[in-house]
């Protein structure tokens, strides 16, 4: 990777990604984002929102054209978004491709609700999970076997992209089956860099994957505190 990157980390599985020419934001749900949206005059903005699960879209976004009138945004079709004037709103399904700007965006299926992103920006490609993962909660076993089965096809169906950054579920509510989903992505597809995300007021979680995850083929980067950030 040759160029360089900034990620900011605002909440759970929100995050800000500033490239040479772009600010992409995953999933906003909380936190400051607004000196960004008044940085970097000349840098497109697009908003991307995985599905409408209200830790992943929060309806303020809607306002921030207000301040930058060339936002464009990027909604999973279950998004359902009053009628909005001026706005640019680019809806995609599961499996379907858009090119905006110099983005290339494909979706993937969520096994929960909506999509997972796959963008590229240059020669840098991102995947944002949403919530994808495999929800390996304690259940009846065909419940179980129903949600590993529903995973594994859908990780399959990526495999061959290449992924340069990830950002993907590590949830403590899953117990002991925390890391299940995470494990099985690195193992299938080795991004160079995974990032955890979706464990909101609990970061132990993901020094414990951390740890974990030492001898990793993929690069762990944690981020643990609503703000931080760092230059790739």
Sequence with gaps: MTNSMRIKYLYHSGFLVETNTNLL???????????LLKESP????????????????????????KC?????YIFSNDINVPSQQNININFIAPY???KIGNLSIK???STDLGVAFLVQDEE??????????WWYWIDTPEEMMKAEKNFKEEIQKIKGEAIDVAFFPVDPRLELNYSAGAEYFIQELTPRIFIPMHFADSPDIVTKFETKMKDSPSRIIKFSQKGQELIL
């Design 25 to 35: 934001i995953f999933d906003y749900y909380q936190g400051s984002v607004d000196s």
């Design 42 to 65: 000349n840098k497109n903005i697009f908003i991307f929102s995985s599905h409408s699960h209200p830790d992943h879209y929060n309806p303020i976004i809607l306002e921030w054209h």
């Design 68 to 72: 930058r009138p060339n936002i464009q």
């Design 96 to 98: 379907q491709a858009l």
């Design 107 to 109: 979706a993937y299926n």
């Design 124 to 133: 840098i490609r991102y995947f944002h999970a949403g919530d994808l993962n």
